[in-house]
């Protein structure tokens, strides 16, 4: 199987689904292409926070907070 035989279908779906949140779209609309009866159980399984929502995130806590520009 070109080599991928460590590869499972289940890893090609995560992988879909981790793609499609770090692209910025909504829990809402991967449940729906997932086919997830819910959306806790897509947002229990699919998540988790990616090192560049994190990255993104921090700047935003910063201005919440009034930080940025303090340092």
């Known amino acids: ?3 991928l ?4 279908l289940h890893d090609l ?3 879909f689904a981790t793609f499609l949140l770090d692209q910025g779209e909504e829990l809402w609309t991967v449940m729906e292409l997932l086919g997830h009866s819910t959306i ?3 947002a229990d399984t699919y998540g ?3 090192p560049a929502q994190a990255r993104q995130a921090a700047p935003a806590i910063d ?3 009034g930080e940025e520009g303090t340092a």
């Open 63 to 65: 201005r919440l907070l």
């Open 1 to 3: 199987m070109a080599g």
């Open 13 to 15: 779906r995560h992988a």
């Open 40 to 42: 806790r159980m897509t």
């Open 5 to 8: 035989d460590w590869l499972h």
């Open 48 to 50: 988790h926070v990616l």
